[in-house]
């Protein structure tokens, strides 16, 4: 009943270890710091890509994010506020540096614009033919995702792929919990429309 | 619970989002809806399937490595044992003490001027006192000089006058004026008053 919240596969220490790497790292161990990083950098790159649609400035973007949260972690108050403070952190980059300037089309090729390849979990089980599906249902979503406007691919982004709570991507976009869970759920809606084709329901 | 009520919370239902009386609505709701049970199926295999085939971008280390250098060109400021709390009072003690500091080196400042002026203030008192003796003994001098220049003055001046006069010059170190050999007194002064009883 659940969606791939649970079984999404996301591990990662409880809060209490996490506490524990952040105070750590506030008292300059780079060591625990590192842990943090590891934990939270692939989700803050993977945000930050959707919202830029460059893999290059995607990476900058967060690299930027994480010598700034280890400069500024000792005006944390909370430990336990650790990820929304990040990713807030993270956001405001964003829109700073893309204020005035529209992302990116995303491409469709394997290769993106900035001579990245897109990297891809390949599945080696899968015939050609599904492979070739996979291929494109990957630009159909890739598509849906980058056509929602700003607002809606936000909150997207935050709940379904980042699976964060609401509460806390309330606290990211300072934004009331409500307004939040009805963004969310419209664009899921028109996620929902765009893929309707594609399910097997 | 309505069908429209049902439908705007199916998201955060799925999300586990609602609280636990609005969760008992939904399933209430749901067990006996096929319309909305068949929206919410629909809404959750968009999700697996967008889950599913959406590319994620890996890290790559130098990006790391990158963080490394420069959190190392600057380093976080570290709270050490006193933690946030105590850095705040911490700091608000080093403004108190410097606050403190100042107040006292300008007090100290104001003592100095103040010394200054009362040593200011008796030096002119003493300069004041010199001028006030050398005005003094200037009038001495010039008083002694009108008598014995005043002829008239010296012939009705007498025995007691003459003593009198006799011990203020002799204590004056002016009285090299009165010995001059025209004054009426120069005789007098000279020579040692007679008692009375000589007379």
């Given at each position: 009943m659940a969606t791939n919240r649970a079984a999404s596969g996301e591990g990662g220490p409880d809060r209490e270890l996490l506490v524990r790497w952040i105070r750590s790292a506030k008292k300059g161990d780079i060591g625990s710091y590192q842990r943090i990083y590891d934990l939270f950098a692939p989700k803050v790159l993977n945000f930050v890509y959707r919202m830029v649609n460059s893999v290059e400035e995607a990476e900058d973007l967060t690299q930027e994010t994480f010598v700034t949260v280890y400069r500024k972690l000792g005006s944390l108050k909370d430990d336990t506020k650790f990820e929304p403070w990040l990713f807030r952190i993270a956001r405001n980059y964003v829109y700073q540096r893309y204020r005035s300037r529209p992302p990116a089309a995303v491409s469709i090729d394997q290769i993106d614009e900035d001579g990245h390849e897109i990297t891809q979990l390949v599945d080696e089980r899968k015939t050609p033919d599904e492979a070739f599906q996979a291929r494109e249902l990957e630009q159909v979503v890739e598509g849906v995702i980058e056509e929602l406007p700003e607002k809606y691919r936000e909150v997207f982004v935050l709940s379904a792929l980042q699976h964060m709570k609401y509460e806390e991507i309330a606290e990211v976009l300072g934004r009331s919990l409500a307004s939040v869970k009805t963004d969310i759920h419209r664009a899921r809606l028109q996620v929902r429309k765009r893929v309707k084709d594609y399910l097997k329901v | 619970m309505k069908?429209?009520?049902?439908?705007?919370?199916?998201?955060?239902?799925?999300?586990?989002?609602?609280?636990?009386?609005?969760?008992?609505?939904?399933?209430?709701?749901?067990?006996?809806?096929?319309?909305?049970?068949?929206?919410?199926?629909?809404?959750?295999?968009?999700?697996?399937?967008?889950?599913?085939?959406?590319?994620?971008?890996?890290?790559?280390?130098?990006?790391?490595?990158?963080?490394?250098?420069?959190?190392?060109?600057?380093?976080v400021a570290r709270q050490g044992w006193l933690g946030a709390l105590?850095?705040?009072?911490?700091?608000?003690?080093?403004?108190?003490?410097?606050?403190?500091?100042?107040?006292?080196?300008?007090?100290?400042?104001?003592?100095?001027?103040?010394?200054?002026?009362?040593?200011?203030?008796?030096?002119?008192?003493?300069?004041?006192?010199?001028?006030?003796?050398?005005?003094?003994?200037?009038?001495?001098?010039?008083?002694?000089?009108?008598?014995?220049?005043?002829?008239?003055?010296?012939?009705?001046?007498?025995?007691a006058a003459t003593r009198v006069v006799h011990r203020d010059y002799r204590d004056n170190p002016f009285s090299s004026l009165a010995l001059h050999s025209s004054s009426p007194f120069g005789s007098a002064l000279t020579e040692e008053p007679k008692s009375e009883a000589t007379r």
């Amino acid at each position: 009943m659940a969606t791939n919240r649970a079984a999404s596969g996301e591990g990662g220490p409880d809060r209490e270890l996490l506490v524990r790497w952040i105070r750590s790292a506030k008292k300059g161990d780079i060591g625990s710091y590192q842990r943090i990083y590891d934990l939270f950098a692939p989700k803050v790159l993977n945000f930050v890509y959707r919202m830029v649609n460059s893999v290059e400035e995607a990476e900058d973007l967060t690299q930027e994010t994480f010598v700034t949260v280890y400069r500024k972690l000792g005006s944390l108050k909370d430990d336990t506020k650790f990820e929304p403070w990040l990713f807030r952190i993270a956001r405001n980059y964003v829109y700073q540096r893309y204020r005035s300037r529209p992302p990116a089309a995303v491409s469709i090729d394997q290769i993106d614009e900035d001579g990245h390849e897109i990297t891809q979990l390949v599945d080696e089980r899968k015939t050609p033919d599904e492979a070739f599906q996979a291929r494109e249902l990957e630009q159909v979503v890739e598509g849906v995702i980058e056509e929602l406007p700003e607002k809606y691919r936000e909150v997207f982004v935050l709940s379904a792929l980042q699976h964060m709570k609401y509460e806390e991507i309330a606290e990211v976009l300072g934004r009331s919990l409500a307004s939040v869970k009805t963004d969310i759920h419209r664009a899921r809606l028109q996620v929902r429309k765009r893929v309707k084709d594609y399910l097997k329901v | 619970m309505k069908c429209e009520l049902c439908c705007e919370n199916l998201t955060a239902y799925l999300d586990q989002e609602l609280g636990t009386r609005e969760s008992e609505g939904m399933r209430e709701h749901l067990d006996g809806c096929t319309v909305c049970r068949d929206e919410m199926r629909e809404l959750r295999e968009a999700m697996l399937l967008v889950d599913s085939n959406t590319v994620r971008i890996e890290l790559r280390p130098p990006l790391w490595r990158n963080v490394k250098a420069q959190i190392n060109d600057a380093p976080v400021a570290r709270q050490g044992w006193l933690g946030a709390l105590g850095a705040r009072w911490l700091s608000l003690a080093a403004t108190g003490a410097a606050a403190l500091a100042l107040g006292f080196g300008l007090w100290g400042y104001q003592q100095r001027q103040e010394a200054v002026r009362q040593q200011e203030a008796r030096n002119a008192i003493e300069l004041q006192l010199y001028m006030n003796n050398y005005i003094h003994s200037r009038q001495v001098e010039e008083a002694a000089h009108r008598v014995v220049a005043v002829p008239a003055v010296a012939r009705h001046a007498t025995p007691a006058a003459t003593r009198v006069v006799h011990r203020d010059y002799r204590d004056n170190p002016f009285s090299s004026l009165a010995l001059h050999s025209s004054s009426p007194f120069g005789s007098a002064l000279t020579e040692e008053p007679k008692s009375e009883a000589t007379r």
